[in-house]
C-alpha cells in the first residue's frame, strides 16, 4: 500500500511511514515533514508524535520547494535522514535515474539501502506549494 499527500497530507503520509510501516510500501510526501517535535511539529509547536521508529523498511520519495512559505525547506534534510537510517541506507547520495532532475528539480537518491528500497528527495528550486496550488485552483 502507499500514501501519499500534500502539506498536511504529507506530514500524515511520513506518520503513517513512521507508524505502519509494515502495511505501507513507499510514501511519496509532498511539501511536508516528520512532524516530530525535534525537527518541527508541523501547524503544531508541541505534537503528540515525538517518535519515528518504522518496523521495517519503508521507501520515501520527498518532494519540496525551496521557497515554500509555510513548511520550511530546510525540514527535508531531518526527515530523509530519519528514513535513511531507518531502511540501513548510506548518507551518501547519487542521482537517479528516476524521477530525474530536470528544468528547476534536482532529486537525489540515499545509496546503499537495501534491494526494493529507495530513498529520494527532490528540491524544487524556488518552488512554494502555495504558489502551485492557488495558481492552479484559481486559473
Not at 44 to 52: E, G, K, L, M, R
Not at 70 to 80: C, K, N, R, T
Not at 89 to 114: E, I, K, L
Amino acid at each position: 500500500m502507499y500514501a501519499t499527500g500534500l502539506s498536511n497530507g504529507a506530514y500524515m503520509s511520513y506518520r503513517f511511514a513512521c507508524d505502519a510501516a509494515d502495511i505501507f510500501a513507499a510514501v511519496p510526501p509532498g511539501a511536508g515533514a516528520v512532524g516530530i517535535n525535534s525537527i518541527g511539529g508541523g501547524a503544531n509547536a508541541t505534537s503528540d508524535f515525538t517518535a519515528c521508529t518504522p518496523s521495517s523498511k519503508v521507501s520515501i520519495l520527498d518532494m519540496h520547494g525551496t521557497s515554500d512559505p509555510l513548511i520550511p525547506y530546510s525540514l527535508q534534510a531531518p526527515s530523509l535522514a530519519i528514513f535513511t537510517t531507518a531502511d540501513a541506507c548510506s548518507m551518501n547520495t547519487t542521482t537517479p535515474a528516476a524521477p530525474p532532475s530536470a528544468g528547476d528539480t534536482t532529486c537525489v537518491r540515499y545509496t546503499g539501502c537495501p534491494s526494493g528500497t529507495e530513498v529520494i528527495g527532490c528540491s524544487i528550486s524556488g518552488g512554494a506549494v502555495w504558489n502551485f496550488f492557488s495558481h492552479h485552483v484559481n486559473h
